[in-house]
C-alpha cells in the first residue's frame, strides 16, 4: 500500500471513530453505496462513488451498505459488498471482494450483499435510533422499513425494534465542512493542475478556435496530470454565452473582440477545484470590457479579505455587492443612492447570484450556511469560493451598447485559516495586465 493510500485510510479510519463516538452505543448507523448508471442500452456511465459514503468507507465500488455499530463485540464497522469473482474480473477488473474489504479498506467484518436481508435486519435488534439518509435511496429506503417491520412484529418475543430515524446526514455534513490537513493537501492539488489547465486555455486561445477546442485543452491538462474527471462540466463560454450562468453547450467560434468565460476544475481522489477566469479572445481587453473586468476583480479582492476566522458567510458576499454596485453606477450602469440600490437589490439585473460556496468533495459542498437564524462563522479548514461576476446580455436596451453582451466572472478556492485566508487557485492570472501578458507571450 502506497504512503498516500496509507494516509487517507486512516483518515477514513479517524473519521469512521468521530461518527460512532457521535452515533453512541445502542444506536445503528447505516448508509449505501451510489448505484452504476445507466448512460444507453448495456454502457454504463463511469462510477462516481457518493461523497458520503467514499467520507467514511474509501470504498469506490456500488453495491455495498456500509454499517457502523459502536460497541459491538464482533466489530463495529460491517461492510457488505459483491464477492470477488474471477470469470466477472476477466470483463470488468478486480474488485475488492470480502476479503479486500476487510484488509484493504477496514472493515472489521465483511458479507455478501446478497445476504443484507438476511444479515441486517438482526443487527437492528434491540437498537434504539438508526442513523440513516432518508429520502436518497428510494429502494433502500423501502427495504430499512421492511426490516424494522419485521422486528415490530417479533415483540412478543422480546425483541425491540427501533423507535427514531435521525438524519446521518446532519452529522456527516458538519464532519465534512472542516478539512483535515490531508483532505485540504488533496484540495491544493486539485487547484493547481486545475490553475495549469486554465493558463494552458489562454495560451491555446485565438479568433477561430471553437469553445470546445478549448474545453479539450482543459481536459488534456486534468488527464495528463492523472486526474481522469472534472469535478462538473466545464463551462466554456465566449462573447454573450458568457452571459448564461451554466452555459455548457460549449459549441460556438470564437471571435475577435470577444471574451471567454472558462468556469473548470478538476477532481482530484473525490476532492474538486472551482476556478473561473475571464479573458480576451485575442488576448487584449477593450476598453468597456476592461472597465466591468476590472470592477469584478476588485469586488472580488475586496470580498476575499473578508474571509478570515470569526467572519459571518454573509460577509464577502456583501462586500462585494457594494463594491458592484458603486462601480455600475460610476460606470453608469445604474443610477441612484448606493445604500437605496443596494436595499432594493437593483444589482441584480447584472448579479444574480451569491458570491461563493462550500466547496470539498462535492463542488456545490455539504453544510449548513446558517446556524439558528444566524449567518454561520467561518472557521479555520473550512474551504470556500468567492466568485462576483456582472453579466450585461445583448437584449438588455437599458445600457449603452457597448456594455451589451460583456459576460464576466472571476472565482478562486478560498480556505480559512488561523491567521486569515489563503488562495488556493492563485496561481491563474487574474490582473489585466498578467493576463495580457501571459497571452501575448
Known amino acids: 500500500m502506497t504512503e498516500k493510500m496509507t494516509i487517507m485510510h486512516n483518515e477514513h479510519k479517524r473519521r469512521r471513530k468521530q461518527l460512532m463516538r457521535t452515533v453512541g452505543r445502542g444506536n445503528i448507523a447505516i448508509i449505501a453505496s451510489a448505484s452504476a448508471t445507466v448512460r444507453n442500452n448495456d454502457v454504463e456511465h463511469p462510477y462516481r462513488q457518493n461523497s458520503d459514503f467514499f467520507y467514511l468507507s474509501g470504498f469506490a465500488e456500488p453495491d455495498a451498505v456500509a454499517v457502523f455499530i459502536p460497541g459491538r463485540k464482533q466489530g463495529e464497522y460491517i461492510l457488505f459488498c459483491r464477492e470477488f469473482d474471477e470469470k466477472k474480473a476477466l470483463w470488468t477488473g478486480k474488485n475488492a471482494g470480502l ?7 477496514g472493515a472489521d467484518d465483511a458479507f455478501p450483499i ?3 436481508d438476511e444479515i441486517l435486519p438482526r443487527m437492528l435488534e434491540n437498537r434504539a435510533r438508526v442513523y440513516y439518509p432518508m429520502g436518497r435511496d428510494t429502494e433502500m429506503d423501502q427495504r430499512l422499513m421492511e426490516w424494522v417491520n419485521q422486528l415490530r412484529q417479533q415483540s412478543r418475543g422480546g425483541v425491540h425494534a427501533p423507535v427514531e430515524f435521525v438524519s446521518l446526514e446532519h452529522l456527516l455534513h458538519e464532519m465534512r465542512l472542516q478539512k483535515s490537513a490531508a483532505e485540504i493537501q488533496l484540495m491544493r492539488q486539485a487547484a493547481k493542475i486545475s490553475a495549469q489547465a486554465h493558463i494552458r486555455a489562454m495560451q491555446t486561445c485565438r479568433p477561430g478556435l471553437h469553445e470546445y477546442h478549448i474545453e479539450a485543452e482543459l481536459m488534456h491538462e486534468f488527464m495528463r496530470s492523472g486526474l481522469r474527471f ?8 465566449g462573447g454573450k454565452n458568457a452571459c448564461i450562468l451554466h452555459y455548457t453547450n460549449n459549441a460556438d467560434e470564437l471571435k475577435e473582440g470577444d471574451l471567454l468565460l472558462i468556469d473548470a476544475g478538476a477532481e482530484h481522489q ?3 477545484a472551482d476556478v473561473t477566469r475571464t479573458f480576451p479572445v485575442s488576448g487584449r481587453f477593450s476598453e468597456p470590457q476592461r472597465a466591468i473586468y476590472q470592477l469584478v476583480l476588485d469586488a472580488q479582492q475586496a470580498a476575499i479579505k473578508k474571509v478570515r476566522p470569526g467572519a459571518r458567510w454573509n460577509e464577502p458576499h456583501d462586500t462585494a455587492v457594494r463594491v458592484l454596485t458603486k462601480g455600475l453606477v460610476k460606470l453608469g450602469l445604474l443610477r441612484g443612492p448606493v445604500p437605496k ?3 432594493d437589490e437593483a444589482y441584480k439585473i447584472f448579479y444574480m447570484h451569491k458570491t461563493g460556496h462550500w466547496l470539498g468533495m ?3 459542498d455539504v453544510g449548513e450556511y446558517k446556524a439558528g437564524n444566524q449567518w454561520r462563522r467561518l472557521e479555520p479548514g473550512m474551504v470556500l469560493t468567492v466568485e462576483p461576476g456582472l453579466y450585461i446580455p445583448e437584449p438588455c436596451k437599458r445600457v ?9 466572472r472571476i472565482e478562486d478556492d478560498v480556505l480559512v485559516t488561523k491567521n486569515g485566508c489563503e488562495v488556493l487557485s492563485a496561481d491563474v492570472p487574474r490582473t489585466i495586465a498578467e493576463i495580457e501578458q501571459l497571452m501575448q507571450a
Open 362 to 364: 462535492d463542488v456545490h
Open 230 to 237: 472534472p469535478a462538473y462540466p466545464p463551462i466554456v463560454a
Open 114 to 116: 446478497d445476504d443484507l
Open 270 to 272: 473525490y476532492y474538486a
Open 341 to 343: 440600490l443596494i436595499k
Open 400 to 408: 449603452a451598447k457597448k456594455w451589451r453582451g460583456i459576460g464576466v
Open 99 to 105: 476479503h479486500g474489504a476487510r484488509t484493504v479498506y
